[in-house]
Nanobody
């Protein structure tokens, strides 16, 4: 059974940092591109990062580029998202997502809440 379990969310002040983790199990982690997505209250889903199978390349939307860094440890089957310079608009539920066949987002974690507020 594929499982993705996020952790590391919480309340942080503007300008602060958080590191999210996603523990993967039930599949061969190194075989899959992985992503992070988020959903803010009352808004649609937004993709915030993607990382290649070997961790050698990554992509970000303009909204987080330069502030967020995605990484992975294939030996530990774990995906990370380092978030620096957090803004109130980064407040959202953050999800770890596996990219399956045909670039579909086929498995999602349960999410971890990030709240940026003073």
């Amino acid at each position: 059974e594929v499982q993705l379990v996020e952790s590391g969310g919480g309340l942080v002040q503007p300008g602060g940092s958080l590191r999210l983790s996603c523990a993967a199990s039930g599949f061969t982690f190194v075989d899959y591109i992985m992503t992070w997505a988020r959903q803010a209250p009352g808004k649609g889903l937004e993709w915030v990062s993607a990382i290649s199978r070997d961790g050698g390349s990554s992509n970000y939307p303009k909204s987080v580029k330069g502030r967020f860094t995605v990484s992975r440890d294939n030996a530990k089957n774990t995906l990370y998202l380092q978030m620096n310079g957090l803004k109130s608009e980064d407040t959202a539920e953050y999800y770890c997502v596996r990219v399956g066949l045909g670039a579909s987002f086929d498995y999602w974690g349960q999410g971890t809440q990030v709240t940026v507020s003073s």
